[in-house]
């Protein structure tokens, strides 16, 4: 593994299943209560700009579970928020802490932070990725699914952070990824560069749900408007509508096909309460392995000593 998890475009196949082969044992070692206390003594800085209940709670019990700290930074409270430059963060961090969680908006924040520091730097969520998240879907589709090479995902909505590291990490595990985005809401122009650079690649950017969902195997959703983009919410319900994962979109779909949301969901919006509902258990699997993959990215990058790392 390399020092950080910053985007997934930064980790080959490998080391993406290998933090999900790593995430099924912790997961499998906290069900059966056997002792996993692998970062006793570690502490983690979790830097937050942009709030969150589950980016919080998951790295807190994560680090909590394997026998180390996690101490909770607002961006508000914290000197980044009253001007420090980052990398003066970064270095103070690095003397005190093993490791850094930094959800912020730009991701060249997160970029320089782990640039300054010897400590790894853990992406919980920038605008333009969301790794963690997209890890926490692969080991739920993984799970309910026995594998991921050969399945087809379907990204239905805004080609926001989510798309990004959807697009990515499916066509890195062997996944065909198609994306349905309306015009002028297409995923960042770096992710769909990479997802043509490889002839092996099988993507699609369509402007309908209906050719996206057309023989997939998992349908994916975001809400319209993300945190941040309040005052244009008006303006997305009109560009989204249609955007949604409902029994019509299913019905195009393979049989089987699992429904996956990163939460909050906005019933009667990017996804009708009924599909929800129907497939409340896999999106709550979702939704619970984002504690075991991001235990298990932080057990593989922060097991070591600053030394090591």
């Known amino acids: ?9 930064d980790l080959s196949k490998d080391e993406i299943i290998e933090i999900l082969n790593t995430a099924d044992q912790l997961k499998y070692s ?12 570690k502490t983690l800085a979790m830097i937050f700009e942009k709030n969150s209940t589950r980016t919080r709670v998951s790295f807190e019990t994560g680090m909590y579970q394997l026998g180390g700290h996690a101490l909770f930074l607002s961006g508000k409270e914290s000197q980044i928020g009253r001007g420090e430059p980052v990398e003066d963060t970064a270095r103070v961090l ?4 093993d490791g850094i969680m930094i959800r912020t908006f730009d991701q060249e924040e997160a970029e320089n932070l782990a640039e300054k520091t010897t400590i790894p730097v853990i992406n919980g969520l920038t605008d333009f990725c969301h790794p963690c998240q ?43 990824v198609a994306a349905a985005c309306p015009e002028g809401y297409d995923p960042d122009p ?19 749900p209906q050719e996206a969902a057309k023989n997939a195997d998992v349908l994916l959703t975001d809400v319209w408007a993300s945190m ?12 989204f ?28 919006e990017e996804i009708t309460a009924d599909v929800f509902e129907g497939h409340a258990t896999e999106i709550f699997d ?24």
């Open 190 to 208: 770096k992710v769909l560069e990479f997802a043509r650079s490889d002839p092996a690649f099988e993507f699609q950017l369509c402007r309908t």
């Open 286 to 309: 979702e939704a619970e392995n984002r504690l075991h993959a991001q235990k298990a990215v932080m057990y593989l990058l922060m097991r070591g000593n600053k030394e090591e790392n």
């Open 228 to 239: 941040g983009q309040e005052e244009e919410k008006a303006v997305r319900v009109k560009a």
């Open 241 to 268: 509508t249609g955007f949604q994962i409902n029994q019509e979109l299913l019905d195009l779909a393979n049989p089987g096909c699992m429904v996956q949301h990163c939460l909050p969901a906005h019933r009667g």
């Open 30 to 41: 906290q069900k059966h209560g056997l002792a996993h206390d692998y970062l006793k003594g």
């Open 1 to 9: 593994m390399k020092k950080d998890l910053l985007k997934l475009l």
């Open 94 to 97: 690095d003397r005190y802490c």
């Open 134 to 176: 997209v890890l926490a879907d692969l080991m739920t589709i993984r799970e309910h699914k026995t594998r991921l090479e050969g399945l087809k995902m379907a990204y239905i909505g805004d080609g926001n952070n989510m798309a990004n590291s959807l697009i990515v990490g499916g066509l890195k595990c062997g996944m065909s």
